[in-house]
Nanobody, 124 residues
Framework: QVQLVESGGGSVQAGGSLRVSCIAS????????MGWFRQAPDREREGVAA????????YYADSLKGRFTISRDNAKKTLYLQMNSLKPEDTAVYYC?????????????????WGQGTQVTVSS
């Protein structure tokens, strides 16, 4: 059973930066496809970024390219999301997600395991 715990959320002023982290356990981390999602009040959850098991391939929501960077440290079993030039509309609960890579397959954008989320609040 994959367990995910996010940390690093908080409050920041517009234009600032924040890094959120997600530690995984319960599975071979280097075999997990990972991603970040977010959900703002009264809005549907949306995909933010995703990363392959080795970290070489990444995906970003078009609106976030250039400001957000996803990365992973397989030795530390940790996923990161570096967020720069933050805007008030980035305010949301940020969720880490994981999906074991199927043998012979590629990472997609669908996940079965989710963290509890960490709140990010950006003030103007």
């Amino acid at each position: 059973q994959v367990q995910l715990v996010e940390s690093g959320g908080g409050s920041v002023q517009a234009g600032g930066s924040l890094r959120v982290s997600c530690i995984a356990s319960g599975y071979t981390y280097s075999a997990l496809c990972m991603g970040w999602f977010r959900q703002a009040p009264d809005r549907e959850r949306e995909g933010v970024a995703a990363i392959s098991v080795g970290g070489r391939a990444t995906y970003y929501a078009d609106s976030l390219k250039g400001r957000f960077t996803i990365s992973r440290d397989n030795a530390k079993k940790t996923l990161y999301l570096q967020m720069n030039s933050l805007k008030p509309e980035d305010t949301a609960v940020y969720y880490c997600a994981a999906q074991p890579l199927a043998t012979g397959g590629n990472c997609g954008l669908r996940y079965n395991y989710w963290g509890q989320g960490t709140q990010v609040t950006v003030s103007s």
